[in-house]
């Protein structure tokens, strides 16, 4: 099954959902990041979550997610736009912490302490910023604390993340369902106790259920609207001439330094690890090209 997202919301408009399906995408995210099983578990949990959320984004609008704690890991980010195009990261890949019979300790792994931040960006002058404490740390209760309490929207998210015996991602996804204003927030009770009584979503995945399906045994008797679907994909933004702009903003002392090393400089993707090199040649000509008083961030 390959990943992609669907959204509907149902006819009298009250509810709105999206389910996503993030195998390969987690997968790819875990082999780049070179993640142990606890840590790909979590980042993949993050993932789905950014891919769910990213059902409310339009046009150009992005959105990014980053959980920092006092755990092992440290601090996860995932990001996502309008159109599927998703990528991850972490800063400790290797949490230490072995799964148990229990299954994977995420909350010790990121930190019972910590925050959750959301940006936005919109297309307006500057992002929108939103940030509250960490509520359980198991991200997807994490998400949902969010969206009630700091957007106001009532909502529901469930994340899943399941590995085979060698740590490849072999299920992963997300489900979102979100009540609109003057929506009866019953309903939010009642799809809570259905997704309770259900199977995880990574067993409902592997049995070969897709989101269609899934949303079939959620909203049984409830009058749904045309669904929409978009294909999920890893892709990064990263580039060569990005890459050098930033070196840019580093301001002339600090590039001065790098060309007086005399060795070719590197930058690293945290999200993709694609390696961007740069020989003293071109740092000098990033330099000629600088202001006088350019002299990078205080």
Do not use: W
Request: overall charge negative; glycine content about 10%.
């Amino acid at each position: 099954m390959k990943d992609h997202l669907l959204r509907v919301a149902t006819q009298d408009g009250t509810l709105r959902a999206a389910i996503a399906v993030t195998t390969d995408l987690a997968e790819a995210i875990r082999q780049r990041q070179g993640t142990d099983p606890t840590a790909t578990v979590a980042l993949g949990r993050l993932v789905s979550g950014a891919a769910v959320m990213g059902s409310l984004l339009k046009g150009d609008q992005r959105l990014a997610l980053m959980i920092e704690g006092n755990g092992p890991l440290q601090k996860l980010h995932a990001e996502t736009d309008a159109h599927g195009q998703l990528r991850g990261s972490v800063k400790v890949p290797l949490s230490g912490i072995a799964p148990t019979s229990d299954g994977f300790d995420v909350p010790v792994a990121v930190g019972r302490a910590g925050f959750l931040h959301v940006v936005k960006d919109l297309g307006l002058k500057e992002p929108y910023r939103g940030m509250v404490q960490l509520y359980t740390s198991e991200i997807a209760e994490d998400l949902a604390y969010y969206l009630t309490t700091s957007e106001q929207i009532p909502s529901t998210v469930a994340l899943g993340v399941y590995l085979e015996q060698e740590g490849q991602v072999a299920a992963a996804g997300g489900l979102l369902v979100q009540a609109m204003p003057e929506g009866d927030e019953a309903l939010i009770a009642l799809l809570e106790e259905r997704l309770v009584a259900l199977p995880p979503l990574t067993t409902l995945l592997r049995e070969g259920q897709g989101p269609e399906q899934i949303l079939e045994l959620l909203f049984e008797g409830i009058p749904l609207g045309t669904t929409e679907t978009t294909p999920l994909e890893f892709r990064c933004t990263c580039s060569r001439p990005q890459v050098l702009s930033m070196l840019k903003s580093l301001g002339r002392e600090e590039l001065q330094e790098m060309i007086e090393q005399d060795e070719p400089t590197s930058v690293t993707c945290e999200f993709c690890k694609e390696c961007y090199a740069f020989s003293g040649a071109e740092l000098q000509e990033l330099l000629d090209g600088l202001k006088p008083d350019a002299q990078g961030p205080k």
